[in-house]
Structure formats: C-alpha cells, structure tokens
C-alpha cells in the first residue's frame, strides 16, 4: 500500500503571494488532517477532512483553508503569505473507520519558505 | 491553551540504557494517547499507542504506560540504540469518533554510542 504523499516537497514563496500545497492519502482512507510544525511548537492542528465535509478546525486565521475532492485528497492553501508561515506542513490519513483510536500515518511534509 | 505537554525538551542517554520519556494531559475527555518519532525532513512515524482502558502496551524494545488519575504518560525505550535518536511527540484524543489528534511538542531524544 502506498503511503501518504505530499507535493511538492519544497516551496518558496514571496510574502503576500499564495501557496496551494496537496496530500494523497493512504488509499482507503477517508480523513485527511494537516498540521503546521515549527521550531519550538511542535505539531499545530490546521483542519481535518472527512468525506469531503470539514470537521474539525484549529485555532489559524482564515488565511488557511482546505478542501477534499471526492477521491480523498485534498489540498491546503494559504492566501497574503507573511514570513511567519514559513514551516513544515504535514498531512495525516486515518483510516475509513473515521474513529478516535486509530494512528494517523504521515506523509513526508511540505517545507514551505516565505522570504 | 496546551493540553499535551512534554516539558522537557531534551533527553541524552547512553547506548543500552533506558530512556524514559513524559508526557502530561490536562483533557479528562481524552482517551487515546499515541506516540510518534520523527527524523529531520520526514514526517512522523507511529510508534505505539495505548488506550485509556489499560495502564501498560508493550511492542518490543517500546513500552508505554498510563496512569489516568495523574494524567500522565510515558514512554520507556528499552535498551536504547543511537538509531532512536529523534524527537518524540506524544498525542492525544478523545472519544467522540470525528476526535483530531493534539499533539505535544515533542522531546529530542539523544543516544550516544
């Protein structure tokens, strides 16, 4: 089985542009979550889908949003870029079950840099 | 607010040792708790979790145990090998079935040779 896969690997972008990053999920897998890592902060919650619907937020300003296609991927983009959203963002599958106690697998992340 | 904390940043242990790694909750709700490994450049790895349900999960040289009533958790590598050198995030969540996953800010985890 595949794992997850995020692209593209390595981004830079410029302040106020904006940036569309992707996740594949594991196949099967239904809830897709993103996560924003920087030093210090550990793994910060952005959102999670599950079947296209939106059901779980994190504390970002609306800046950051993200859609699920009918496939399960799904895609997280951030709009007016500032230079503290340089960081590793990460993407999360679970499995279809949709339930609490189940791991969620990683894929490698997206370093984004906003110069 | 930080529901999940790891408050110490840093461990270094000699190669063979036990390394034991904390984790503290303050969400009663929460009844999974989870730990993952990360290397630098990739994503986290799941290492083992445990259910509020049992206080010991054990998985080879990984053991995790969880005592509710101090809302705590820990991490026991045993023996330790410079290949677990990484920082460990603890996680958590709760029982409703749509519960994300909060995590600490994770212990880098040093074994020297």
């Known amino acids: 089985k595949a794992g997850v896969t995020q692209t593209p690997r390595y981004l830079i972008k410029t302040r106020g542009q904006q940036v569309t990053l992707s996740c594949s999920p594991i196949?099967?897998?239904?809830?897709v979550s993103w996560y924003q890592q920087t030093p210090g902060q550990g793994l910060q919650f952005l959102f999670e889908y599950f079947s296209e619907t939106q059901r779980n937020k994190g504390n970002f300003p609306g800046r950051f949003s993200g859609r699920q296609f009918s496939n399960s991927r799904s895609e997280m983009n951030v709009s007016t870029l500032e230079l503290g959203d340089s960081a590793l963002y990460l993407c999360a599958s679970r499995s279809d079950r949709g339930q609490f106690d189940t791991e969620a697998f990683f894929g490698q992340g997206t370093r984004l840099t906003v110069v | 607010d930080q529901q999940v904390k790891q408050n110490s940043p840093s461990l270094s242990v000699q190669e063979g040792r036990i390394s034991i790694l904390n984790c503290d909750y303050t969400n009663s709700m929460f009844d999974y708790f989870l730990w993952y490994k990360k290397y630098p450049a990739e994503g986290p790895t799941f290492l083992i979790s445990i259910s509020s349900i049992k206080d010991k999960n054990e998985d080879g040289r990984f053991t995790v145990f969880l005592n509710k009533s101090a809302k705590h958790l820990s991490l026991h590598i045993v023996p330790s090998q410079p290949g677990d050198s990484a920082v460990y995030f603890c996680?958590?969540?709760?029982?409703?079935?749509?519960?994300?996953?909060?995590f600490g800010k994770g212990i880098t985890l040093s074994v020297r040779p």
């Open positions: 196949s099967g897998h239904r809830s």
């Open positions: 996680a958590a969540s709760g029982q409703r079935a749509n519960s994300k996953l909060t």
